[in-house]
């Protein structure tokens, strides 16, 4: 894949220091960065303790990461060979698993077990029964929410909050909680933090009796004797640095050395969180990862289909089990994208979805992205089909479900959509295949777009009431005027907005 002007800037730029890198998946980032590496290994290793590191999150992307630098090697081999080029390859590519896993297996707790997950819910069972006695009336400390609790340590442990005030003044971002599996909030210095920060005492406290750690406690264990290494990297390439928690993430900080020529490059893929745990999601600030110099931010905006990682991603999941396979192709394929059109405010927002959780929405706002949850979007039923076109009989089956933000339709009750069959309103920008957002009322104002029930068949027209009487009028120059002329037609309601699938 050649690189565009955007991505020769980023691998050829001199400024060090830290910069971060963000793009969709299949935007080029990887190939990017890889090209970035190869230009840091002949222009930045100076001395012979110099070396670059590309770390990624899972194996699987390791592998891809691998794969791609060796074709891009082989392409490159002179294009940015200085005076300073070591032949020596001074590259390594690694897992943050692996590093994790070396420096724990180095360190004086590697005698240690790690606990199985069944037999953590076991223990903290046993630790929820025993802190219910000192907080009797709340409700969080029940056995049926044991999973909601497990899972809210491991973040706990995951962003190293080891303290009780720590951990009641932290922003609780990148949780979702499915109704009747745990509170959708645990506010801020409240007795349910407070609960559940001593509910992870007294589970770490068992775990240490029996000489056994979790693997967030192993990361820990990992990152205090990683910061006293004297080995360290001069540049570290994060890829997928999204899926870091936090722990992780300080545990590649400390990799990094402090030559005044070293480098760090965090390449994110907005669409790609996996990981429930992830430091860096929607929400959290740049400045919340804990570097004191500036930021250099670059982003991607062009989605290459046929791009080199794309392949090599696709490739690489012939050899891989069929759970990691999965989990790649609903990452890339279960994301849709489209266009919502208000009609009342004519204002137009870009905004994505989840396939698997429709109710998974982003709202696209120039530079940045926002994430809504539940409780602020509305569900709207999608009804198939209005014609927008000749009159077509109403299918009353609700064929699909959408959820948008409340504010695109404040002061608007009682909306449902249909989705459009026709062109006739094509000049209105209602197209073929659109789904239109329905103000359910039985009344409508002149030049309004209206749903139309015509003895049982529906249509959408804009309402013309003149002198002639009324009439239907279509936005398409081969369609002609409906005629209201008799009581079998009733206005179901007015479009308040438009919604137009992208891809």
Request: aromatic content about 8%.
């Amino acid at each position: 894949m050649k690189l565009d002007a955007v991505q020769r800037r980023i691998v050829l730029n001199k400024q060090l220091g830290c910069s971060l890198l963000k793009g969709k998946v299949s935007s080029g980032k990887t190939t990017a960065a890889i090209h970035r590496a190869i230009y840091l290994k002949n222009q930045y290793c100076l001395f012979e303790d110099d070396t670059v590191l590309i770390v990624s999150d899972k194996d699987i992307n390791v592998d891809i990461a691998r794969k791609i630098y060796d074709k891009v090697e082989e392409n490159n081999k002179l294009e940015y060979i200085t005076l300073f080029t070591n032949h020596e390859d001074k590259l390594t590519f690694c897992s943050i698993e692996n590093i994790i896993c070396k420096y724990f297996n180095n360190s004086e707790k590697n005698k240690y077990t790690i606990i199985k997950e069944e037999d953590k819910i076991i223990t903290i069972n046993k630790c929820i029964k025993t802190i219910k006695e000192r907080y009797k009336n709340l409700k969080i400390l029940d056995l049926k929410y044991s999973r909601f609790l497990t899972d809210e340590i491991k973040w706990i442990k995951c962003c190293n909050y080891n303290t009780i005030d720590a951990y009641q003044s932290a922003d609780r971002t990148g949780r979702k909680v499915k109704k009747g599996e745990g509170p959708l909030r645990l506010l801020k210095n409240s007795k349910s933090r407070e609960a559940i920060f001593n509910l992870m005492l007294s589970y770490n406290k068992i775990l240490e009796e029996n000489h056994l750690v979790d693997s967030e406690e192993r990361d820990l264990i990992a990152l205090d004797y990683i910061k006293n290494l004297n080995n360290k990297v001069t540049h570290i390439i994060v890829d997928e640095f999204q899926n870091f928690t936090k722990v992780q993430f300080e545990i590649v900080k400390a990799l990094l050395n402090n030559k005044d020529y070293g480098s760090m490059l965090l390449v994110n893929s907005q669409d790609n969180n996996t990981n429930p745990n992830g430091w860096f999601v929607k929400g959290r600030k740049l400045n919340s990862i804990g570097i004191d110099t500036k930021i250099k931010t670059y982003s991607l905006k062009n989605t290459y289909t046929d791009s080199l990682e794309l392949k090599e991603k696709v490739n690489n999941l012939e050899r891989v089990n069929t759970e990691e396979k999965n989990n790649y192709y609903e990452s890339v394929l279960s994301i849709e994208t489209f266009e919502y059109h208000d009609i009342r405010h004519n204002r137009k927002y870009d905004f994505v979805r989840d396939i698997n959780d429709i109710s998974d929405v982003i709202v696209k706002n120039e530079d940045r992205e926002d994430e809504y949850t539940k409780d602020e979007l509305k569900e709207l039923v999608v009804y198939n089909d209005i014609a927008a076109g000749e009159p077509i009989l109403i299918n009353p089956d609700i064929e699909d479900k959408f959820y948008i933000p409340k504010f695109w339709l404040k002061g608007v009750n009682d909306c449902f959509i249909l989705k459009v069959k026709g062109d006739s309103m094509i000049n209105v920008n209602i197209e073929d295949n659109d789904y239109v957002v329905i103000r359910k009322q039985y009344a409508a104002q002149n030049n309004d777009i209206v749903a139309v029930d015509i003895d049982g068949s529906a249509t959408l027209k804009r309402l013309s009431i003149g002198k002639g009487g009324i009439k239907l009028m279509p936005e398409n120059s081969k369609y002609n005027p409906i005629p209201i002329t008799d009581e079998g037609t009733n206005i179901i309601g007015i479009a308040v907005g438009i919604i137009k699938y992208k891809h």
